[in-house]
């Protein structure tokens, strides 16, 4: 038996006597089509290692072991392993499940290798996953990934757009990122209320050290958490008008229109000791 033998992932489900769970944030791509759409665009092909956050039914699991790589499968609802299993069987080896929380995970470990991130996300942990593969141990060599739109359109926001923000700065501070795909909510079982879209982001290869990182989350956590004011105001605790002015960023701006190098200005003068 191989993977093309493998049955249909609506029969699947109901064989298993499966539904999406809402608490877990749960939405399927039941569609083939779609999935092998998300595998090609994520440019995964045979002997790349590849992390796969909820893997549900499986459905981009087929599409990405269709390409020859090898996927590391992170499921925390353990209703879905013996079908997930079922998958492995047929899969020579390349389909490794893990049960457990992603966010609790050590995925660096799981992977054993260096990985890529192609995920249909939960919903309700889209955003926190993001931001620990930009800023914690494990460094994702790509990540293809999909959010509610709202989100997706927050991480390639550009300064002006109603979605620039925190999750856009530090975002593209650290890698490429643009949309590749956007779906309709008719796409998924069940449809969620919202559109969803797919976001692709490459690592920079000369990123920022981690200090200035660390600075930048700082900054831009002061400078969006109070977006109406100026950053003489919303930056008070890291300094106010004296900051920006060492930054060479206006004090009377707004987060909202200040551009990525304005922010790491920012936050590189956050780290220096004032004159005087």
């Not at 090898?70 to 049960?99: H, N």
């Not at 494990?138 to 109603?162: C, G, N, W």
């Not at 969620?192 to 831009?220: F, I």
Request: charged share 25%; net charge negative; proline share 7%.
């Amino acid at each position: 038996m191989s993977l093309a033998d493998l049955p249909p992932l609506r029969e699947a489900l109901e064989r298993h006597d499966l539904m999406a769970r809402k608490s877990f944030g749960q939405h399927f791509l039941l569609d083939l089509n779609v999935t092998r759409k998300i595998a090609r665009l994520a440019q995964i092909g045979e002997g790349d290692t590849v992390v796969e956050v909820g893997p549900g039914p499986g459905g981009l699991t087929r599409a990405l072991l269709e390409t020859g790589a090898r996927v590391v499968a992170i499921e925390k609802d353990s209703r879905f392993l013996p079908l997930l299993a079922e998958v492995a069987e047929v899969a020579d080896g390349r389909l490794e499940l893990v049960e457990g929380d992603a966010l609790k995970v050590d995925a660096a470990q799981a992977a054993g290798a260096p990985a890529h991130v192609v995920s249909n996300l939960p919903y309700n942990v889209g955003t926190q996953l993001l931001i620990n593969w930009l800023t914690g141990p494990f460094r994702p060599l790509s990540m293809t990934l999909m959010f509610q739109k709202e989100v997706a359109d927050r991480i390639v926001a550009q300064p002006d757009d109603d979605a620039y923000g925190r999750l856009a700065v530090i975002s593209q501070t650290l890698c490429e990122a643009r949309t590749v795909m956007d779906l309709p909510a008719k796409a998924f079982t069940p449809p969620p209320k919202v559109a969803s879209a797919v976001v692709r982001l490459v690592p920079k290869a000369d990123p920022p050290p981690g200090d200035v990182v660390a600075a930048l989350e700082r900054v831009t956590a002061a400078a969006f958490g109070q977006r109406r004011k100026m950053l003489r105001s919303s930056l008070k605790a890291l300094g106010g008008a004296e900051l920006c002015e060492r930054a060479g960023v206006s004090p009377d701006a707004r987060a909202e229109v200040i551009d990525l190098a304005g922010f790491l200005d920012l936050a590189r003068a956050t780290l220096s000791t004032p004159a005087g």
